[in-house]
């Protein structure tokens, strides 16, 4: 199923411990705004509205036109060139020159991901509220997987990944916010950051809990059985626990998508189909505001031209075999103040659509598909990992050689990756956790390769920019809270 995430409203504990409410317009949903969670929490539908209050935090910082999840790590890697003719928008992620005083990301990330940590946790506290049974269980299920989806990003990002260097388990982590059931937290705590090998055992105990509680299918906007799966195969992939991240991809019933059907994954991106989506963010696409635009991360068109913010790599883009069916979906020729671009297809919007307003992908069966086949790759099962390697293949490509073993089949695998998560919010986050550098084209941002190429090419295997910085205002609210190294 497609988990398609609409914006409700709901009042989330801020890390300030104030309480915000939101328009009551939203979905004619009622807000709580007393700030009292156990009276608010006392029916399964409200509990259900705590939920997806959660869901909405994730919209936050997966799609915002500035700085969006859904594209950074793209822009930080090597899949994409800075436009000169665009506005310039990430310039100082593009460039490296992050610090823990740049706007945008490195805020945006922190605060909305531990927002929605908060509201799973209003949940998680109050769930006794409602008598034991499976609709508890569904409910609890939901709040501890989205608990711990948020705590992933905020560790991936601003912490090294265990498989990243052989020290990375030791190195500082991030803050594990966690309550008990009748629990409402202090939210005047100093806490002080953790190991990255005690978050990433909470994030999993999180979703190995979530299992087995949550429902197999909950209907179309929310998490669920394949979901918390799907999920657990990427978190034990990036802990190096490979056996269970094949045994995790194993549990999803999602199949990828059937591209040798002409237009099929086209509809994927243009919103027409689900096939294969098993996580997905959205909002209410016919609203009239710009937030929900996650395209405009590379591009804003106003026929008949494009003006891109990040167009794809030349030497990326001319890799791709043109038997390859992810092209159609990957790139489209865009043109502006005369120059010729690659530009991204993907996020360019609805059918007839050139607005940017698109549902953010956030796991498909694909990626499901290419972490147990890296797993069965690190494990040595060479002939297990070409062969599920080979479903991929054989509905992206009208024809292939295949056949690899040894350092051609990781290769393959690592290039497959590549290219069928292009654009989705992987790229920097995959080199990271394999300890190699970002290493980009000395190509120009034109389509044929001329134009400006990048100022920094490099990005070393290492590099401590591959943690982003903790907020300044942080810092400076938190005595416990230490920065990352080399900031």
């Not at 199923?1 to 709901?10: A, G, I, V």
């Not at 031209?305 to 865009?334: C, G, H, K, W």
């Not at 056949?403 to 986050?429: K, N, Y």
């Amino acid at each position: 199923m497609k988990n398609k995430f609409y914006t409700y409203c709901l009042a989330s504990l801020m890390a300030t411990s104030l309480l915000v409410s939101c328009d009551d317009e939203l979905n004619g949903l009622q807000p709580f705004v007393e700030g009292n969670p156990e009276t608010f929490f006392n029916s399964v539908s409200s509990f259900q509205n705590g939920v997806d209050g959660i869901y909405s935090q994730f919209w936050n910082y997966y799609s915002s036109p500035g700085s969006g999840l859904q594209a950074l790590p793209d822009i930080l890697a090597d899949n994409v060139i800075l436009a000169q003719s665009g506005r310039r928008s990430n310039e100082d992620y593009y460039d490296y020159r992050y610090n823990p005083n740049t706007g945008g990301a490195v805020p945006l990330y922190w605060s909305e991901a531990y927002e929605a940590v908060n509201a799973a946790n209003l949940v998680i506290g109050q769930i006794d509220n409602l008598a034991d049974g499976p609709e508890k269980n569904n409910i609890l299920g939901q709040a501890l997987a989205a608990r711990a989806i948020a705590h992933f990003d905020l560790a991936r990002i601003f912490a090294m990944i265990p498989t990243q260097s052989p020290d990375a388990n030791n190195s500082p982590g991030i803050v594990y916010l966690k309550v008990e059931d009748g629990d409402t937290g202090d939210p005047f705590a100093e806490p002080a950051r953790e190991t990255v090998a005690s978050n990433y055992a909470e994030i999993i105990g999180d979703l190995e809990q979530a299992a087995q509680l949550i429902g197999n299918e909950n209907g179309e906007g929310r998490l669920d059985r394949d979901a918390v799966y799907g999920m657990l195969s990427r978190v034990y992939l990036y802990n190096g626990d490979y056996q269970l991240a094949i045994d995790a991809a194993d549990e999803v019933a999602e199949g990828v998508v059937d591209a040798t059907v002409e237009g099929a994954l086209l509809d994927v991106y243009e919103d027409t189909s689900n096939e294969g989506v098993i996580i997905e963010w959205s909002v209410n696409t016919s609203s009239e505001s710009g937030f929900n635009n996650v395209g405009v991360l590379y591009s804003q068109t106003t026929a008949p031209d494009t003006r891109s913010e990040y167009v794809i790599d030349y030497e990326f883009f001319n890799s791709i075999d043109p038997n390859d069916l992810r092209l159609e979906v990957m790139q489209y020729d865009a043109t502006f103040e005369g120059n010729n671009y690659n530009a991204v297809r993907k996020f360019l919007g609805e059918p007839g659509q050139v607005n940017g307003r698109v549902d953010i992908k956030v796991l498909r069966a694909a990626e499901v598909v290419l972490n147990k086949a890296e797993a069965q790759y690190e494990l040595n099962q060479g002939a297990n990992a070409l062969a599920t390697l080979n479903t991929l293949r054989d509905v992206r490509y009208s024809s292939y050689t295949g056949g690899e073993s040894g350092q051609a089949l990781e290769d393959a695998i690592q290039f497959e990756r590549r290219v069928e998560l292009s654009f989705e919010g992987h790229r920097f986050f995959d080199l990271k956790r394999r300890g190699e550098a970002v290493e980009r084209s000395n190509n120009g941002d034109i389509q044929d390769g001329s134009g400006t190429p990048p100022e920094f090419l490099t990005l070393p295997a290492g590099d401590f920019k591959f943690q982003l910085p903790i907020p300044i205002d942080e810092i400076n609210a938190n005595p416990n809270m230490n920065q990352n190294s080399g900031y």
